[in-house]
């Protein structure tokens, strides 16, 4: 079989291809065409879930944005296939070493010439697929160098208890938007989702005295708030009072002046009935007082002389 091997050769190397025997004429036919069909198999990819396809020709893109799936391009060196992964958050420590966190962190001068120490993790994705791979040569060393550039901005126009108590959210928001615009002019295809503060803190050597003041703060924050819940709690139940006050002494003056109405209405009735019958209408205001003073009397009654003579009936008083 060997010698068979070297005579095949020989025979193409000192008389050609139809020197050489058919059967291996042919086999040399089909290795060639599986050489081929094995070189074009190799233009075929796929594009992941989370990433998208950049197809390049001869140093120009062809077709950028290939959704996930299987492709097909032309093989080496015609072209050649990036699938930058634009679903995935990627992160840069601003204030680390390496990707770990040294004690402390970066040291910055804030607005009012305080030391701070500062740690920032900053979340960004890819947006525009061609501009992420072409635009710049390491996309994550300069959004890092971007990132503390912004920081440094950001921080030396706050003062320290601001940065450290309610202005925190707002320079977050401010460095995002800084290293949004710088990574805007540099056409970086970049999208920051945000930048966060991992550790901020004053140095070690006043941490004590950092810590009493925003001790004081938080005292000062707490007394308010419950100077505030009382006083919420407190107005509307004396608002609830004065206006119950208001309401019954508005009902007892109408009940008052509906009375007084009323028997200034039956006076001047009985007046009336009076001018027009003077004798009768004397003895019936006298019989209804009659009427109510009677249940309240004791009524005795007198026999002298054994039945003889006149009977005396005087009305009196009840004793109790």
């Known amino acids: 079989m060997e010698e068979m091997r070297e005579e095949t050769w020989k025979a193409i190397l000192l008389g050609g291809l139809r020197s050489v025997p058919y059967r291996s004429r042919r086999l040399l036919s089909i290795l060639g065409m599986a050489a081929v069909v094995v070189y074009f198999l190799t233009g075929i990819y796929a594009v992941q879930p989370e990433e998208l396809g950049v197809v390049v020709r001869f140093g120009r893109v062809v077709s950028d944005g290939v959704p996930p799936g299987i492709h097909y391009h032309l093989p080496a060196p015609f072209e050649k296939v990036y699938t930058p992964k634009t679903a995935e958050i990627k992160q840069v420590f601003v204030g680390s070493v390496d990707g770990r966190w040294p004690s402390g962190g970066l040291e910055m001068i804030t607005g009012d010439t305080n030391v701070i120490m500062l740690q920032v993790i900053i979340q960004y994705a890819i947006s525009e697929p061609v501009s992420y791979l072409f635009s710049t040569e390491n996309t994550e060393r300069l959004v890092a160098y971007i990132g503390e550039e912004a920081l440094a901005g950001v ?146 009654v007198v026999d002298k002389d054994d039945g003889k003579g006149t009977a005396n009936l005087r009305l009196m008083l009840p004793s109790n």
């Open 155 to 300: 921080v030396g126009s706050m003062g320290v208890d601001d940065l450290l108590t309610t202005e925190k959210l707002k320079a977050q928001a401010m460095i995002k938007l800084r290293i949004q615009d710088v990574l805007d002019t540099y056409d970086a295809g970049v999208e920051v989702i945000g930048a966060y503060f991992q550790e901020i803190s004053p140095p070690v050597e006043v941490a004590y005295a950092f810590r009493d003041v925003a001790s004081a703060r938080e005292d000062r924050n707490r007394i308010i708030n419950e100077a505030e819940g009382y006083r919420n709690t407190i107005l509307p139940t004396s608002r609830g009072l004065a206006r119950g006050v208001v309401s019954d002494a508005e009902g007892y003056s109408k009940e008052r002046v509906e009375r007084a109405t009323g028997e200034a209405d039956r006076f001047l009735a009985l007046m009336e009935e009076y001018q027009k019958h003077k004798d009768l209408t004397a003895s019936r205001i006298y019989i209804e007082k009659m009427e109510q003073i009677l249940p309240y009397l004791k009524i005795y």
